[in-house]
């Protein structure tokens, strides 16, 4: 029962460094998203996927990459970590069609 | 554009108080309404759901009622438990976006003391 799983759990980079988060699905699930966490904010949703080969861009999708070339896998790409990127990111999935979401447990990132 | 909005916390409550957790949402047309919760450490979980006017969600004692007329979606639960206390989350998924996007309120954290 894996679910959602994202690594790493914790991560702190330097200003202008790259790193990609690592989201990986098992349920066979057609949707995936990456949302960021901020006190105060809520979760607001960088990219998202509707399939293989298919993404596109959510509500703060700047300093951020994606692409998904399996159904199970959906990593999230910082090119140059900013200070402002330092947040929780969460991975979550879902079925077509069907209004329910499953996430991971989340990312916590420290850029300074 | 959509948004939710819910009630600032954090809500201290001692054990087996009613709880409210009020949240409103703008929207076009008809979209789902979701709580999820988030306990100490843990990813958001799903706590209910309701896709049309009038449905009511409920799970874990739990409940919610969507109301189109007020664009309302509160939490309630009769008796509250120190296992409650979590970050809750109201959102809502446009309809036409095929549940693709949630979009989330700003959370509310609960404590349940003793």
């Known amino acids: 029962n894996a679910g959602v799983t994202q690594t790493p759990k914790f991560q702190v980079l330097k200003t202008g460094q790259s790193m990609t988060l690592q989201c990986a699905q098992d349920m066979n699930h057609e949707y995936m998203s990456w949302y960021r966490q901020d006190p105060g904010m809520g979760l607001r949703l960088i990219h998202y996927s509707v399939g293989a080969g298919i993404t596109d861009q959510g509500e703060v999708p700047n300093g951020y990459n994606v692409s998904r070339s399996t159904t199970e896998d959906f990593p999230l790409r910082l090119l140059s970590a900013a200070p402002s990127q330092t947040s929780v990111y969460f991975c979550a999935s879902s079925r077509a069609g069907v209004a329910e979401a499953f996430f991971g447990q989340g990312t916590r990132l420290t850029v300074v | 554009g959509d948004s939710v909005t819910q009630m600032e916390g954090p809500v201290t409550l001692s054990e087996e108080a009613f709880l409210t957790i009020n949240c409103t949402y703008t929207?076009?047309?008809?979209?789902?309404l979701f709580w999820y919760v988030q306990y100490p450490g843990e990813g958001l979980q799903l706590l209910l759901k309701?896709?049309?006017?009038?449905d009511k969600g409920s799970n874990k004692g739990f409940e919610a009622t969507y109301r189109k007329e007020t664009t309302s979606f509160h939490l309630e639960k009769g008796s509250v438990q120190v296992s409650d206390s979590a970050v809750y989350f109201c959102a809502l998924s446009p309809r036409n976006t095929g549940f693709q996007k949630l979009v989330f309120g700003t959370g509310t954290r609960l404590l349940v003391s003793p």
């Open positions: 929207a076009t047309g008809y979209p789902s």
């Open positions: 309701a896709t049309k006017a009038d």
